[in-house]
C-alpha cells in the first residue's frame, strides 16, 4: 500500500503529516522550514511510497482564500512538475490551528509546549489528513 501525505503550509514553517502504508492512521510527521520543504520532500519521497498529497487550503469569511493561497499555488506547480504521478488533493483548513491548540493543551502537554508553533505546525496537518480520510474513506 500508499502513504498518503499532509501539508499545513506556511511561509516560514510547514507542518507535515503521514498515514500509515494501509492508510488507517494520521500521524503528525515533521515541522520543516517552507523554504527546506522541497529538499525534506525530495527526501522522504524517495524512501516511502507515496501516492497522494493533501494540502490544506486557507480559507476567510465569504470563501476568500487566504492570502498564503498564491504561495501554495507555487508550491503546487514546483511539485506537480517534479512528481507528476502524486495526485494533489486540498482541504479545508479552517480552524486547524485552533483545533491543534486544544488539542495540545487536552493532552496534558506543559505550557511552554503548547506554545511551541512547530507542534502546532505539525498537529495541524495532522488534522486536515485526519479530516480528509473521514471525508474520503468513511
Known sequence: MSRILAIDYGKVRTGLAETDPLRII???????????????????????????????????????????????QEFIKKFLEKYPQIQIHREDESFT????????????????????????DRVSATLILQQFMERNFP
Open 97 to 120: 490551528s485552533i483545533r491543534a491548540s486544544e488539542a495540545i493543551f487536552l493532552a496534558g502537554t506543559k505550557k511552554k509546549k503548547r506554545r511551541d508553533k512547530k507542534i502546532i
Open 26 to 72: 494520521a500521524s503528525a510527521l515533521d515541522t520543516v522550514e517552507t523554504k527546506n520543504l522541497m529538499v525534506f520532500l525530495e527526501k522522504y519521497l524517495s524512501q516511502e511510497n507515496v501516492t497522494d498529497l493533501v494540502i490544506g487550503l486557507p480559507m476567510r469569511a465569504h470563501g476568500i482564500p487566504g492570502e498564503i493561497e498564491e504561495d501554495i
